[in-house]
Each structure stands twice: as structure tokens, then as C-alpha cells.
């Protein structure tokens, strides 16, 4: 018969699934020390308890099958989403010790994936509409076991019609300008980039828009399809009712 024998299976991290099927085993797991207070520590074999108070920092047991997991039994991590504008929100959660990655979502749709294990927080200016409801949802990752944490905000009333995000940017490593407009009432709109000489750089929209909120990208390039040379910009953009214009500054 064979026997196997699992020493140095720490269970205070838990962060991976073990399995063995129909084969005798036996496994010492170590347990890190008596649990405080009597209480009880458990590991499972396909569900069921097979120990309970932990002596001398370990538990032994024989049998058939031994599953142990997992990355949800390290703690729980909680994310806080916080309104900075209309069109940015600021995400922050608690740390866990176990996990080796982090991935976000919004509306059910990746914002941001393979996000390092010690990171806490991340700003979102994605495309984001003001007098919106939107729901974030983190998940750490370690193996096959993850945990999930969510929240949800409702981004106010933007004081602004035209915010350029990004906007010192460096477009040779794949940066782009991302700039939300906002249009009161059924109009013509153009958005069109000048050097500071005046010339006109990129013409990026020049149509008529439904009201709405909406978001148009620079990727740094002129009407020639070249990518412009270093230095400051000016975005400008034109409506019925405003006229206004906003400076970045474009890197190579």
C-alpha cells in the first residue's frame, strides 16, 4: 500500500487545495499552535469535519480522501469606492496576506486585471457619466481560490462639459488622452488640437451629437497618422452654447 506523508502544511495561509483519491494516506497537518480559548480549528474531507481542537500545533487523521482549502478562510477583503468627481472614483481595500493577485471590475466588466499583491487602491476615470450608478467588484486571487469584495457608487452632477484625463501623457507606450464631454442640447461639436503656434495638430470630432455624455480618446498622433513631437498641446472643443479649451502635455 501507499502511504504519503504531508508535513509542513500550513494552515495559516491557507492558499491552495490539496487533494488525494483512493489511496491510503497520511497526513500530519500543522496547524500553527492551539487555537486560543479552546476553539476549534477544522479541516474537511470533501465537506465533512475530521478534526477538531488542534494539540500541540497539529492534527493527524488516516483515511481515503483529504481536501484542504482555501484563499476565503484568510479573512475577508472589503472595498470602498469613493466619488472624487463625476467622472473619477477612487477604490481602496484591505490587504490580504495570501492572495498573489488582484483583479477589478465594473458592471461586470474588467477595468483592470493582474493588479500586484500589494496593491490598495486604483483610480478610475475609465469612461465614467456623471448621475450614474455603477458596481465595483474586487477579487484576489491565489491559485484557484479567490475571494470577492464589492461596492457601489452613484457619481454626481458634473460641474464641468469638457475634462481631459491623462493629460500628461506618453503615447510611445501605448498612453492615450481621454477626454468626457458633455452636451446639453442636439448640436454640432468639434474637438480639435492645436501646437503653441497655433497650428492645428488633429481634428478628433466634428459632427452633430444627441445630448449626453460622452468620451472621445487622443492617442498623441496628427491628421497624418505621425505621433506628434514632444511639448504642449491645447484641446479645444466648440458647441452651440460653450467654447472651451484645456493644456497636456504629451512625452516621448
Known amino acids: 500500500m501507499k502511504k504519503i506523508l504531508w508535513t509542513g502544511l500550513w494552515l495559516l495561509s491557507l492558499g491552495f487545495s490539496a487533494y488525494a483519491y483512493e489511496i491510503d494516506w497520511n497526513v500530519f497537518v500543522i496547524t500553527g499552535g492551539e487555537a486560543r480559548g479552546g476553539s476549534w480549528g477544522m479541516v474537511s474531507s ?31 477583503i472589503t472595498l470602498q469606492a469613493m466619488v472624487v468627481s463625476s467622472a473619477m472614483v477612487r477604490l481602496t481595500w484591505n490587504d490580504l496576506t495570501d492572495e498573489q493577485y488582484y483583479s ?75 477626454i468626457y464631454y458633455k452636451i446639453e442640447n442636439a448640436c454640432p461639436v468639434t474637438i480639435k488640437l492645436y501646437n503653441l503656434a497655433g497650428e492645428l495638430v488633429r481634428t478628433l470630432l466634428d459632427e452633430n451629437k444627441s445630448q449626453g455624455q460622452y468620451w472621445i480618446d487622443w492617442d498623441g498622433k496628427n491628421d497624418d497618422n505621425d505621433l506628434c513631437a514632444s511639448g504642449v498641446y491645447i484641446i479645444q472643443i466648440k458647441t452651440d452654447t460653450f467654447k472651451d479649451s484645456k493644456k497636456i502635455l504629451l512625452i516621448k
Open 46 to 76: 470533501l465537506g465533512s469535519p475530521v478534526c477538531g481542537k488542534s494539540e500541540g500545533g497539529g492534527y493527524c487523521e488516516t483515511g481515503n480522501y483529504i481536501a484542504v482549502s482555501g484563499l476565503q478562510q484568510t479573512g475577508s
Open 104 to 178: 477589478l471590475s465594473r458592471d461586470g466588466i474588467a477595468i483592470a486585471s493582474w493588479l500586484p499583491c500589494n496593491t490598495t487602491f486604483y483610480q478610475d476615470t475609465f469612461q465614467l457619466k456623471a448621475k450614474t450608478q455603477y458596481l465595483y467588484e474586487i477579487t484576489a486571487y491565489k491559485g484557484t481560490e479567490s475571494v470577492k469584495g464589492t461596492a457601489t457608487v452613484i457619481t454626481p452632477e458634473s460641474k464641468d462639459n469638457f475634462i481631459p484625463y491623462h493629460n500628461l501623457f506618453h503615447p510611445a507606450e501605448g498612453e492615450k488622452v481621454s
